[in-house]
């Protein structure tokens, strides 16, 4: 002013103030797809990650676990992220954190094997006797609850041994949408001959079809196995020979 001239004056300092931290907010960062393994964790990516309003230069970085909302397969789910912060200007910002993000859980491939048939004696049907108590799911998850109720076909009803059985499985449980299940499609088994024919005076007997091709032990190649009771005679003329299966009549003459 006009009156500066006559005064000296003392200078004040300084003063004070505040500088509060900037609010910024995090955001992009996302979860990667998992294939099921019967947990909640998510594997999280943080390279797109982006701080928005952060001043140009500064040092600030994000780290983040993710969780699922659950451990099941299923489409976009939900990932509960928890974000940690680092850098030299950490302490200049106010951060809202990035709450969660969505990934897909897929199936499980898992190979069912161990389903063996009991081996039948000639009944003249197909149906075959199934044993699971060996059934295996490879590359199942411990402590999951998944099983198999299985039924079986012989190729065809003649007695044979090693003959093909196929299979056909459903499978249950808790965790049974949790996997993509390979199911075994066969085994092998034996059809015996039938151990026992009634046969009476003039009874007209029915050999079951034997394919002895197929059948090596206890049969002998080329003839049909038929026990008969001791007391009744019987007169065959001469032995019936087998290639194929065949069913044949005989008469008992006593």
Known sequence: GADT???????????????????????????TDKVYDGNTTATIDVTGSVFTG???GDDLNVAATGTFDNKNVGTDKVVSLISSYSGVDLGNYSITDQASTTADVTPKSVVMSGITVIDKVYDGNTAANVNINDAVFSGMVAGDDLGVVTTGSYDNRNVGADKLVSLNSNYYGADFTNYSVTSQVSARSTILPSSNVNVEENQDVVIPPVDITEFVDPVVPGFIPVIIPDEVPVNFGQPLPVTEPVTDTGTFEP
């Open 5 to 31: 001239g006559n005064y000296s004056i003392t200078d004040q300092g300084s003063t004070t103030a505040d500088v509060t931290a900037k609010s910024i907010t995090v955001s992009g960062i996302t979860a």
């Open 54 to 56: 952060l001043v140009t």
